[in-house]
DNA sequence: GAATTTTATGAAAACGTTTTCATTTTATGG
DNA sequence: CCATAAAATGAAAACGTTTTCATAAAATTC
């Protein structure tokens, strides 16, 4: 059809035959080279405007070993921190010019491995990755960090010393202050439903609700404390053995929304008034949690804080060249989102 | 720190040192060409493994005029649809060893305009969109067009002739089940809130209201109708509007989710009953509508039959390089699905 | 077994930049 | 105004593939 007026694109080459440069020259006044006249630049600016040139990112990219793209790896977009946090790293990382290529794991960790691999042969100039549930060995990153590509995890990141940078929610006041909340609400019979303590985010939350427990002389009972995947129907199998017992929990702190969620259907299906005779809060701050009745108290995590974070220690990293590893990792506060189920 | 230790990538050259071949054959045997022996192949295959070769995209790219990425265009990954069907698109994509760029133009033209200028630039091989709302003028993806990249709009598609490939909702038949079902529940006075008609989306799904209405021989009250962008706030105004006349609707056909649950919240604040007073549709399946009290009735859009239909394509184009331009729609069928407040 | 066809391989150019090194031009100081 | 330093430009190689064209090796025909 078409296939005749291939409108080619302008090259380098173009621009310097039309100014009676060299294409090093060319080269040098589109990159700001300092050697280059101004009056050579803003020339070469114009020309290329008037010919509507685009650099080509692949000759590019071959020559210099720089892409002009950031790699993401995330476990489901379709989930609302994620999908929220990803929209801030776009958005910003466009403003510099890069690019972002957004990959899934589906929280499978052969996916995520195969990714890192795919990422690496790409020739990404760096990384970004909430890592997988499951994911406690990092050695499939190696290539990526020993190559001198920056290696940023955020939400979920890894347990031990990684030559990354970290960049995480508080989850210890998370989890702290959903517990005092129930607390001060006047619960003493709190259950508590985790998720597996192979991630940090289960293992900090938790440890934030034992403190508070704690701190307010509260026993934490074991019967009530559940680590498993956070999942709609495991968090309703975990309802029915408590609430079948001769004692029963007064509050429960879900360490995600979709947990809380169920709890709270659950409470509904057997005649548990909530927040009367149940209290509940979950976590993330999911919008599903302002719609249900009663709306849900749940713990904000400031997506686009984590997302800006991000893209401000990469670029960071990226102009620096090297890069300051085994820091501390950067913590974004989070915060109570206080509602009808508490 | 760890910079001297950079383990540099092995290439064709490492592979045909080895072997003792040019690196011609390699990159045939690679490409699987069929002017090479099969002994030959697998000896390179098994070689290409053994040093960890990665085929240098930008290297093969730049040579080839072939990315194997693909560029993705869409408003915003947060909703739940889109999310949705970019999962299923990357999933299949990434089976065909296809990368896939997600951008996002936050609903603004402007953005989807630079958007289609730098994917353009990046040289993808093909391109996905969801159009803006508010595009109404498509030549911002002539270039791409007509350098012989396929082009597949989805969802939100041009209105006229365009030389590229729509693949969409049956919208037409979504409104019409709606409204039928609400007919059929027994409402008369039915209200309808739509998007702008700049959009195929709501041009459709209004019409198929219209053809039920008429069908059933009841009257369209124009005050009840309203086309508007579908937010929170203008559903509750229009909602405001049309319960404080002297005829008030029995029904409400609401052209997406959000609007339905903001006219369920005025619903509730207002001592309205649904459904007893009040029926209520929505569109599109978001997991919200599931949630919420009563639980929404609302039309699903099968994302994942609209993605795998989308790499469908795709690659039938990508493999036969030649598009049949101008064809009619592919148009994907949507199901009613029945809640409580209907 | 020579002539021809088919199959498999190699040499070298090409893709569009960036960058090193060399060279020319311009500015500076005495 | 010459010597020198600094600034601006150019020539050419390089990045790692793919591909055209040529050639060598193997298979086929008579």
Known sequence: MNKDKKPQQNTILDIAEALKLSPATISRALNNHPHVKEKTKSDVLKMAAQLG????????????????????????????????????????????????????????????????????????????VACTLQTTDFSHFDKLVSSGIPVIFYDRVPLDAYPATFIKGDDFRGGYLATCHLIETGSQKIAHISGKLSSNLYQDRTAGFRKAMEQHQLPVNPDWVFHQELTHENAKEAMTKMFSGAIVPDALFSANDVTAIAALEFAKENGIQVPRDLKIIGYSNDPRTSIITPALSTIEQYPAKVGQKIVEVLMEQLKNGEREVGQKPYVIPVDLIRRMSS
Chains 1, 2 share one sequence.
């Open 53 to 128: 040139y685009r650099r080509n990112q692949m000759a590019s990219g071959l020559r210099s070993n720089k892409t002009h793209t950031v790699g993401l790896i995330v476990p489901r977009i379709s989930m609302f921190f994620h999908a929220e946090v990803i929209t801030t790293i776009q958005n910003a990382l466009h403003k510099h010019g890069y690019n972002l290529i957004i990959c899934q794991s589906n929280d499978l960790l052969t996916m995520e491995e195969e990714l890192a691999d795919i990422l690496y042969a790409s020739r990404v100039d760096a990384l970004i």
